[in-house]
Nanobody
Framework: QVQLVESGGGLVQPGGSLRLSCEAS????????MGWYRRAPEKGRELVAA???????NYADSMTDRFTISRDNAKNTVYLQMNSLKPEDTAVYYC?????????WGKGTLVTVSS
């Protein structure tokens, strides 16, 4: 089992920045990749960014210039730095990890971009 705990969400004004964190615990030896997905109101879940155990990254096309995914292996933590936030970025952001056995999800952290 892998447990994922997200943090860093909140209310931010348009143009502002937030840094989301996701700490993994449990059977972390089996993790092959970690990433972030989001679900906005009236929309389906979509990939934001992901990073593999080898350090390869994958971003949604619309976010490559504003969002950056990174990891701290010593802390078993993945980060999502979000800059130049827009109202349409408002969503629940979910941490995700792929393991040798199955996929795990965090409970999500809400990001609200509004004046």
């Amino acid at each position: 089992q892998v447990q994922l705990v997200e943090s860093g969400g909140g209310l931010v004004q348009p143009g502002g920045s937030l840094r989301l964190s996701c700490e993994a615990s449990g059977s972390i030896f089996s993790i092959t990749s970690m990433g972030w997905y989001r679900r906005a109101p009236e929309k389906g879940r979509e990939l934001v960014a992901a990073i593999s155990s080898g350090g390869n990254t994958n971003y949604a096309d619309s976010m490559t210039d504003r969002f950056t995914i990174s990891r701290d292996n010593a802390k078993n933590t993945v980060y999502l730095q979000m800059n130049s936030l827009k109202p349409e970025d408002t969503a629940v952001y979910y941490c995700n990890t792929e393991t040798e056995f199955r996929t795990y999800w965090g409970k999500g952290t809400l990001v609200t971009v509004s004046s």
